[in-house]
């Protein structure tokens, strides 16, 4: 461990003779944020619950800075992670505050701490104006909000948001992706679970994807796109539909009606060139397009499925 | 601590702010235990028992018998024609009805010394067969002194001695014997010269009763009458508390769900201040709940602690506890809050019924009290009624309060055991 704030070394978890988890390993620094990306079952929440200690793994282990485990010192290390669980874990009919009021006391923290704590992240989820109502009356989004504050009243160094926006409203949604950046900012180390990829696009620094429990790749976006034949796409609008022999020998391209899509390494290096295969073969070109791959692209390349399958 | 008292905390919030649920967890057992209470009598007397005469005799006997029954307070007697009788006994109005024969006057004070006898034939409503044995004595007794009384009269001495006379088969001796009887009589029932004494005849009752009703707390406080009230306020109490400790358990399940579960278990508790603190939380609030039941009974049912207050406040508690170990076993045996829910409150009502809540155990055949034993609620109900109705000193509320903690101690380590701490 050099900066890491987290290390987890083979994780294994088995439910009979389903292996939910099998040997996951990862490492989180201060200020980044690790997308776990998965179609659902792959075993994220499980790997999350290892994580935090609902879960004891099979095999496996997970640190904290400072040499800190749950086999440590179960208290201490629980004290420094957050959870944001995939369902909205409040006491709907206590008020906001006093539901943050409530969880920050499970982890000791002294009632003037408490306040001042419960004033801050209530600002930061902008929820100071409803902090005397109960939940039951909030919105779907503000409940999200809600849960994730809970997670922060502590304080905790590691964050793991399990599916923090399940059911969300875009909106809302953005209001949590800004929270989330600013805790980045503050150097919080957070686990962000998801199905989506645009999420795990948009805020991860590091994503592993998993799937039927194995981490099937992992890495920054570039890494990964770097995993597939060709990171981005050409999108060729035709005027007419050409003979399929004419486009034999031209490598990467599928046909779609009137419609090519060739996948290039480099849109700016390889343009050119396939639009002079193209004239060669007498083929006319009435539009273009360029598109860049995804991490659906990565899956899909990986597992042979979509996400969402 | 500052934990577990932050989650005990929040429990009694959400319990009792969730006023409807309090009101409704308040109210329903002081309703029921209110029209038990006084079905089984209250603080007055019961009803007298509706049954019906017929006299088909018309004799000066018989209408003495119907006038007897009439006066006895226990009895709310309707005169009436058989088949009248007979109609309302089937439709439930009157319990039994008696039809006093014709030539009952005649036959009876002869029947006292082997005649024929008259038949006077009982009908009654089966489902109310317990009135039966209650008419057949007051019958049995009324008509014994009223026929004596005729028999026994100097006309009636007469008549019979005018009978033994003309009966040619009776045996020379015997006649004799019952001739001489029959003046003896006569002479004692006779009023000396002088005396202004009212001619009485008849037999009468050889014995006198004194009922006193054995409730007072020792021999030297003020007798106070019972208070059936006291009875079903403990077993409805104890029924509806026990279901409050189901709700508990569900709450559980439900937290399970939720995820709150989770998010607790995520942070640094020990597994005593998790359960630890539900079972403080369901034992405080079953606590602050019986008690408000009690403090109702006692201000407007007349119910009171007549015996040992400490030994009163002990049984609470010690059933707070039951109370409170239960809802943590059903939590642990449970799987969905909907199932849970069913069974729980299936095995609640066997629990109570059995344990003496809804009619008091010693009606129950004696193989059943024995077995009743085994359940906890019979103890609770039964040490609730020991310190309340029955005067019971602190000593009788112990072997209840070990018992009902010996339960809580079996249904806490069984629900250890079981309780999936995992999802």
């Known amino acids: ?309 | 601590m500052q934990a577990l008292l932050a989650l005990v905390r929040a429990e009694l919030k959400l319990h009792f702010s969730n006023r409807r649920a309090v009101l409704l967890s308040i109210v329903a057992p002081i309703l029921i235990a209110a029209f038990f209470g006084s079905l089984f009598g209250g603080s007055t007397k019961m009803a007298g028992i509706a049954v019906g005469v017929v006299d088909l005799d018309g004799s000066p006997l018989s209408q003495r018998v119907v006038a007897a029954l009439q006066a006895e307070a226990s009895l709310k007697t309707t005169v009436t024609d058989e088949a009248s009788a007979l109609a309302q006994v089937r439709a439930g109005k009157l319990r039994a009805v008696a039809i006093l024969p014709q030539g009952l006057g005649q036959q009876a004070g002869g029947a006292m010394f082997g005649g024929s006898k008259p038949e006077i034939v009982l009908h009654y409503d089966p489902s109310q067969a317990s009135a039966l044995a209650v008419v057949r004595g007051l019958l049995a007794q009324t008509l014994m002194q009223e026929v004596s009384r005729s028999t026994f009269s100097p006309a009636g001495l007469g008549e019979m001695q005018r009978q033994v006379s003309g009966a040619a088969s009776m045996p020379e001796g015997q006649r004799a014997d019952l001739t001489r009887m029959f003046d003896a009589i006569g002479k004692v029932q006779r009023p000396e010269s002088g005396s202004s004494a009212p001619e009485t005849g008849g037999l009468s009752m050889p014995y006198t009763t004194r009922e006193i009703e054995a409730v007072q707390a020792s021999a030297n406080a003020a007798p106070v009458a019972y208070n059936s009230y006291a009875h079903s306020f403990a077993g409805m109490g104890v029924q509806f508390i026990l279901m409050a400790g189901v709700d508990m358990a569900v709450g559980l399940l439900l937290m399970r769900r939720l995820g709150l579960w989770k998010r607790l278990r995520a942070a640094p508790l020990s597994r005593a201040q998790l359960l630890g603190s539900r079972v403080l939380a369901s034992a405080l609030i079953s606590l602050i709940v019986f008690a408000v039941i009690y403090a109702v009974a006692i201000a407007a049912f007349g119910v009171r602690v007549l015996g040992s207050p400490a030994g009163f406040a002990l049984v609470l508690v010690s059933f707070s506890l039951l109370t409170a170990s239960f809802g943590l076993l059903v939590a642990a045996l449970g799987r969905t809050p909907e199932a849970t829910r069913g069974l729980a409150i299936l095995a609640t009502l066997l629990m109570v019924m059995l344990g003496g809540a809804w009619v008091p155990a010693f009606i129950f055949p004696e193989w059943l009290q024995t077995v009743s034993l085994a359940v906890p609620t019979r103890w609770a109900v039964d040490a609730l009624d020991a310190m309340t109705w029955r005067g019971q000193g602190f000593s009788e509320a112990l072997l209840p309060t070990a018992v009902m903690l010996g339960f809580t101690a079996v249904f806490m380590a069984v629900a250890l055991w079981r309780f999936r701490w995992e999802e």
């Open chain 1, 1 to 309: 461990m050099n900066d890491e704030v987290l290390v987890a070394r083979g994780l294994r978890k088995a439910y009979g003779d389903r292996v939910a988890v099998h040997e996951v390993s990862l490492a989180l620094r201060p200020g980044e944020v690790l997308g776990l990306l998965g179609p659902n079952g792959a075993g994220k929440s499980t790997t999350v619950g290892m994580i935090c200690g609902l879960t004891a793994p099979d095999a496996g282990s997970v640190t904290l800075a400072g040499g800190v485990s749950l086999a440590s010192d179960e208290a201490g290390y629980k004290r420094r992670i957050g959870l944001v669980p995939q369902d909205i874990a409040l006491y709907e009919e206590l008020p906001a505050r006093m539901n943050l009021e409530l969880f920050g006391a499970l982890y000791g923290m002294p009632p003037d701490l408490l306040k001042r704590r419960a004033d801050e992240v209530l600002a930061m989820v902008g929820l100071t104006d409803r902090a005397k109502d109960k939940p039951s009356t909030f919105s779907g989004g503000m409940k999200r909000r809600l849960n994730i504050a809970c997670a922060l009243i502590h304080d905790p160094e590691v964050i793991l948001l399990d599916e923090p926006t399940a059911g969300v409203d875009p909106q809302s949604r953005n209001a949590i992706f800004d929270n989330l950046e600013m805790l980045k900012a503050a150097g919080k180390a957070l686990i962000y679970t998801t199905h989506y990829m645009e999420e795990a696009e948009r805020l991860a620094d590091r994503i592993v994807i998993v799937d039927h429990g194995r981490v099937v790749a992992s890495g920054t976006q570039a890494q990964l796109f770097a995993l597939l034949p060709a990171a981005q796409t050409l999108q060729v609008e035709l005027d007419g539909e050409p003979d399929d022999a004419v486009l034999q020998g031209l490598p990467g391209v599928k046909r779609t009606g009137q419609r090519l899509e060739v996948s290039v390494a480099d849109i700016a290096r390889d343009t050119g060139a396939v639009l002079a295969a193209l004239a060669e073969r007498g083929i006319k070109v009435r539009g273009l397009a360029t598109a860049r791959a995804t991490l659906e692209d990565v899956f899909l390349q990986l597992t042979g499925r979509a996400l969402r399958d």
